[in-house]
């Protein structure tokens, strides 16, 4: 009896999270701010990045926990091997942005916000952003693995990836 109740609870948590995790048609079309000023979508975005497990990061250059949590993203890179990174700005403008790129020596796929309401504009929203640093998951076939991570959660992150 108690196999049968945590394979039904399995089956029904499985089903709810996997109607959470996927991507909006708002998120996927929203356009992002390249280094080049030209724009891109969130679904090309994550179409070049299929193939390989990718970890998206939604920070800002004046966010005290993203600052903190760097040196952690940067140990990622360099331990686990075959990962895209994919660094999401919001930033208030495009200088603040590649200012703190510069500075913090971001390496990976770097895109902007631009949109004045940060957070809670239409990207921040149609990703249900409520806090940054905040990291999503793929696996190699573009499927999240974990779409709501935050700094403290770096160690189920790097099991995602290694696994």
Same mark, same amino acid.
């Given at each position: 009896?108690?196999?049968? *109740?945590?394979? +039904? ?11 959470? @995790?996927?991507?909006?048609?708002? $998120? ?6 390249? $280094? ?22 939604? =920070?800002?250059? =004046?966010?005290?926990?993203? *600052? ?6 940067? @140990?990622?890179?360099? %331990? *686990?091997?075959?990962? %895209? ?16 790129? $510069? ?8 895109? =902007? ?11 921040? @929203? ?12 793929? %696996?190699?076939?573009?499927? +999240? ?10 160690? @189920?992150?790097?099991? $995602?990836?290694? %696994?």
């Amino acid at each position: 009896m108690k196999n049968a *109740i945590m394979i +039904i609870a399995l089956v029904i948590s499985t089903m709810v999270c996997s109607q959470e @995790q996927k991507f909006s048609k708002e $998120a996927l079309s929203y356009k992002l701010v390249t $280094a080049d000023k030209s724009k891109i979508s969130f679904e090309k975005i994550l179409k070049k990045n299929k193939g390989k497990k990718t970890v998206i990061e939604i =920070w800002a250059g =004046w966010c005290s926990d993203c *600052i903190k949590a760097m040196p952690r993203v940067k @140990q990622m890179q360099d %331990n *686990i091997e075959d990962v %895209n990174y994919v660094f999401i700005s919001m930033d208030k403008s495009y200088d603040k942005w590649q200012e703190a790129v $510069a500075k913090h020596k971001l390496e990976g796929d770097l895109y =902007w916000v631009d949109d004045e309401k940060l957070m809670k504009g239409v990207f921040g @929203q149609a990703i249900n952003l409520d806090w940054i640093p905040r990291y999503i998951v793929l %696996n190699e076939k573009g499927e +999240i693995l974990i779409y709501r991570a935050i700094e403290t959660d770096f160690d @189920q992150i790097e099991a $995602a990836l290694k %696994n």
